[in-house]
């Protein structure tokens, strides 16, 4: 067992190698880089009408989660974004910034902020893209993502047909595989170690019970999940940003220290780690955008497989609601984590050396100690409890989807037992191997999903300057440019 374990440790370094390379940092953030151009930076000039329309609308489109007829298999816009952040915000917010931290030092969290302001067009693109192009399957629920808009979108430019199909189908094998790490074993390995670190519970009976639960709300389909996450996402976000918010207001005064940290570190202008993690901005640069893709997915084409279930028909106001998806998580969640492990005094500010024997999410753990003493601990335990079992299940969903493009709708039940069962595998397997695994699954699933962003980049910006010349502009000789299904406008309500 030992020596296959190697094996796949040994293949998966020199995969790894390859697709977090350089070009693959390039085509990750200069994507976004591009949308925010071509969008004209919609993130910052149309700030107010986002937000007004994201978080600003929540209780407005409560009115929208009752359904009847033909319509019945979607979900509200709230629930949409509850199910996307449920898989967005989990153990990469937490332990995923405290490895950042360790590996990269304090310069690393001003890169994974790079990656988010960028992400969050990214995101905002597949969204559209994946409203534009979405389609109902045999049973009457909405079928969106990636594997659609490279099929269908790059598929259908002139010679492009066969490319778009088959990157269709890559990305979709990379989806499954990327759901069993991201979405799966890193998550619950994260809660069985937690676990057992602040409650004596056996990773075992960790597995067994994360089972059970999972199998309840994954085996009833994505209303169950989306039900469920509706729930459970804002009371553990909430749980999770106020308890940051008392550390930060209680180091309120070393804030300057800590962001200098950031700003500096970024740019190699101290030693990162002495020479125990590396040093420079490579090591910040690498690890800040490896951390934050994990934590905002931004680039993955994840989330839109569950945002294309809303029942909103406007494209563009599915994007937007891609912005908060980023922003609540990278700019709020990880920030805060970050601020509270720096502020701890559990790292040198100057050298950005460890001053901790704690590793990853205990790491956090002890910087809340330093504030709420022993609860501190068993805080940051129950708090991964939530986001990373929130995870799972936002995750199932994603697999599923990448599951029924590839052999339909009969066979999901299959998918869905194997997921379950991997989830008492993933609490007792060796946590480094769990998130280099899932490190590899997010840069192979990327790489296609940008390559159909890139190409029909024209269209998300002829898709946006058409919003905001209809909507924000309010000019009525423009018509809009809803889904490239016709019957699906029609029949389907915003």
Not at 302 to 329: C, L, T, Y
Not at 352 to 362: I, N, R
Request: some cysteine; charged content about 10%.
């Amino acid at each position: 067992m030992s020596g296959l374990v190697d094996l796949i440790t040994k293949v998966n370094s020199a995969v790894n190698g390859f697709v977090w390379g350089i070009p693959m940092l390039i085509l990750l953030v200069g994507t976004g880089i591009l949308m925010t151009i071509l969008t004209r930076f919609f993130q910052l000039s149309h700030i107010g009408h986002w937000w007004k329309n994201t978080i600003g609308g929540i209780f407005s489109d409560k009115h929208i989660t009752k359904h009847t007829g033909k319509n019945d298999k979607a979900i509200s816009q709230f629930q949409s974004l509850c199910t996307a952040l449920a898989a967005t915000i989990g153990t990469g917010n937490i332990v995923g910034v405290a490895s950042a931290l360790i590996a990269g030092g304090p310069g690393a969290i001003f890169w994974m902020w790079v990656v988010a302001f960028f992400g969050m067009m990214t995101n905002y693109s597949e969204n559209v893209l994946g409203i534009y192009y979405r389609r109902k399957n045999s049973k009457g629920e909405w079928c969106g993502g990636a594997m659609y808009y490279l099929k269908d979108g790059l598929g259908s430019y002139k010679g492009c047909k066969q490319i778009g199909a088959v990157l269709a189908v890559l990305f979709s094998v990379f989806c499954l595989l990327a759901s069993f790490g991201i979405g799966n074993m890193s998550q619950v390995n994260s809660i069985a170690a937690n676990m057992k670190a602040a409650f004596t519970i056996s990773p075992a009976i960790t597995g067994v019970v994360l089972m059970i639960l999972a199998a309840l709300v994954i085996l009833g389909g994505l209303k169950r999940i989306a039900s469920v996450t509706e729930k459970l996402v804002p009371f553990m976000a909430i749980a999770y940003i106020i308890g940051a918010l008392v550390i930060f207001f209680v180091n309120i005064g070393h804030a300057g220290a800590v962001f200098g940290a950031i700003f500096k570190g970024a740019f190699g202008l101290r030693a990162v780690g002495g020479g125990i993690v590396g040093s420079g901005i490579r090591m910040a640069l690498t690890w800040g955008m490896k951390r934050g893709v994990f934590s905002n997915e931004a680039g993955l084409g994840s989330s839109v497989m569950v945002h294309s279930n809303s029942n909103v028909k406007e494209p563009v106001r599915q994007g937007m609601w891609g912005i908060f998806e980023v922003f609540a998580d990278t700019m709020v969640v990880c920030t805060l984590t970050a601020f509270a492990v720096l502020s701890s005094g559990l790292i040198d500010l100057e050298t950005g050396a460890v001053l901790s024997e704690s590793a990853d999410s205990a790491l956090v753990g002890e910087a809340f100690a330093t504030v709420f003493g022993s609860f501190g601990p068993m805080f940051i335990a129950i708090a991964i409890l939530l986001f990373a079992f929130s995870t799972v299940l936002g995750w199932s969903h994603y697999g599923t989807k990448a599951w029924e493009y590839l052999f339909g709708t009969k066979s999901i039940i299959a998918y869905r037992l194997v997921f379950i069962v991997m989830i008492f595998i993933g609490a007792t397997m060796k946590l480094s191997l769990a998130w280099d695994l899932s490190d590899t699954f997010n840069g192979l699933m990327a790489m296609p999903n940008l390559i159909g962003v890139l190409c029909l980049s024209p269209l998300v910006m002829k898709i946006t300057k058409n919003y905001v010349a209809r909507v924000i502009h309010k000019k009525t000789d423009v018509k809009p440019m809803l889904s490239v299904f016709p019957d699906i406008n029609e029949e389907h309500a915003e």
